[in-house]
């Protein structure tokens, strides 16, 4: 008996169908990045002073639309500020920093909300994006997937004149992520007289598997 591997990606030239579809699914969800940050003397007077910026930049979040269920912190920092090295080594002030992950469910939504949290004095740290039934579709990929390692396999063992037997191993290798950053200056954003446009482009999802069948006499 004799055992044969393949190791198909069915979103490489693979399948076409499934490549072509994939490639057009367009994003809509959209996650910006945000961070709220405050020198002061003492490290107390900076946390104070973010958290009231903090929360007038939520407050904004909320007042263009974005729920309270999708503003989250992700990150919160006191951090002394040290003098210049060419100085006497010393404290001069502390840094406090909010880091905040906003959900936007309308990407066309996304400029807007996001010149309004700028304006607020949040700083823009770049922006992301998925899509909302993300879990079906890779559903629906992993089992075209299979379809066409079994597929190609079958060709495989034609060609040398076999035919597959039993399944004795199937397993998905690690896929990419497709998120898509996109990064600009927070300065020109500040300076904006009006919103910046989002445009986010399509995400390709990808899915391989192993599989592994043996081969018998036709």
């Given at each position: 008996m004799k055992i044969a591997t393949w190791n198909v990606n069915s979103v490489n030239a693979?399948?076409?169908?499934?490549?072509?579809?994939?490639?057009?699914?367009?994003?809509?969800?959209?996650?910006?990045?945000?961070?709220?940050?405050?020198?002061?003397?003492?490290?107390a007077e900076a946390s104070s002073e973010n958290a009231r910026r903090a929360t007038g930049?939520?407050?904004a979040l909320t007042a263009a639309g974005v729920e309270a269920r999708d503003i989250g912190t992700v990150g919160l920092a006191i951090d002394p500020v040290w003098s210049p090295q060419n100085s006497p080594r010393s404290v001069v002030a502390f840094e406090a920093t909010n880091r905040l992950s906003v959900r936007v469910r309308a990407i066309d939504r996304a400029?807007?909300?996001?010149?309004?949290?700028?304006?607020?004095?949040?700083?823009?740290?770049g922006v992301s994006f998925d899509l909302s039934d993300r879990d079906a579709r890779e559903d629906a990929l992993r089992g075209k997937a299979v379809e066409n390692a079994a597929h190609r396999a079958a060709l495989y063992a034609g060609g040398a004149a076999m035919k597959?037997?039993?399944?004795?191993?199937?397993h998905a290798d690690p896929s990419e992520s497709g998120f898509r950053p996109m990064f600009a200056k927070t300065a020109a954003?500040?300076?904006?007289?009006?919103?910046?446009?989002?445009?986010p482009g399509p995400i390709t999802l990808s899915e391989s598997v192993t599989g592994t069948w043996t081969l018998v006499a036709q």
């Amino acid at each position: 008996m004799k055992i044969a591997t393949w190791n198909v990606n069915s979103v490489n030239a693979r399948l076409e169908t499934v490549l072509a579809w994939f490639r057009e699914a367009q994003p809509d969800v959209a996650w910006l990045s945000l961070t709220i940050r405050v020198q002061k003397p003492t490290a107390a007077e900076a946390s104070s002073e973010n958290a009231r910026r903090a929360t007038g930049a939520i407050a904004a979040l909320t007042a263009a639309g974005v729920e309270a269920r999708d503003i989250g912190t992700v990150g919160l920092a006191i951090d002394p500020v040290w003098s210049p090295q060419n100085s006497p080594r010393s404290v001069v002030a502390f840094e406090a920093t909010n880091r905040l992950s906003v959900r936007v469910r309308a990407i066309d939504r996304a400029g807007p909300i996001l010149a309004q949290a700028v304006t607020a004095g949040a700083e823009y740290d770049g922006v992301s994006f998925d899509l909302s039934d993300r879990d079906a579709r890779e559903d629906a990929l992993r089992g075209k997937a299979v379809e066409n390692a079994a597929h190609r396999a079958a060709l495989y063992a034609g060609g040398a004149a076999m035919k597959l037997g039993a399944l004795q191993s199937i397993h998905a290798d690690p896929s990419e992520s497709g998120f898509r950053p996109m990064f600009a200056k927070t300065a020109a954003l500040a300076s904006a007289s009006t919103p910046p446009p989002i445009e986010p482009g399509p995400i390709t999802l990808s899915e391989s598997v192993t599989g592994t069948w043996t081969l018998v006499a036709q």
